[in-house]
């Protein structure tokens, strides 16, 4: 499969990518106008999300056909699960509660992640898991170019922008491009396309505030 195959995703979900980065609460974060209120709203629902992540990247491990694959998710896993006390430790010194249930969003994207990866294809599995990363790279990346390391959110910017991370969602992209076939290509671009959808509502959830009606 010719590399072109993420610059395809990408372009094919260009308006909701851009919708994406350019999201009220990623531009408030930026330019430092963010309530707390909606900071701390994503911080007890990206929890979650990363807690269900983990279980993801389990079952993707699982199903990994090779030592090269399996050892790069098992990497991922462990930054996952030191992602959760950058969340723990913020939420102590803040007196915020991470035992939240899940909005219906954040519920729908981690069951969709989960669901994709015991039942969808390991390509479609990928392109989830690359997608969601990638989102996170290019909106914590243009909040690094507006902000800098700005102290409240600095660990954060840090987790997502290093350049650790960046090689991580390089290699993971060339991982799906490798293996994708032509065969592949209209569920691995259906996977992408859901993926962005959802970062973009995982944005909106969260300055809206929008949780269960009762
Ligand atoms: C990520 C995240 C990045 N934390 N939250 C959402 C809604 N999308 C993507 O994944 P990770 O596991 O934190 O690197």
Known sequence: MPSTLLDELLAEARPIWQAMIEHPFLHELANGTLSRERFHFWVQQDYRFVQDGIRFLALLIARAPDEDLRRGLLDAAVAFRNELTIFEEYAHQHGLSLAVEPTPVCLGYTSFLLATAATGS?????????????????????????????????????????????????????????????????????????????????????????????
Do not use: C, H
């Open 122 to 214: 390991l390509l479609e599995s990928l392109a989830v898991l690359w997608g969601a990363e990638k989102a996170y790279y290019d909106a914590w990346s243009m909040v690094r170019a507006r902000l800098g390391l700005a102290p409240t959110y600095a660990r954060w910017i840090e987790n997502w922008t290093s350049p650790q991370f960046a090689t991580w969602v390089d290699w993971l992209g060339e991982q799906l491009a490798a293996r994708a076939t032509t065969q592949d290509r209209p569920s691995i671009r259906a996977a992408f396309v859901t993926t962005a959808r959802y970062e973009y509502l995982f944005w909106d959830m969260v300055y809206t505030g929008t949780t269960w009606p009762i």
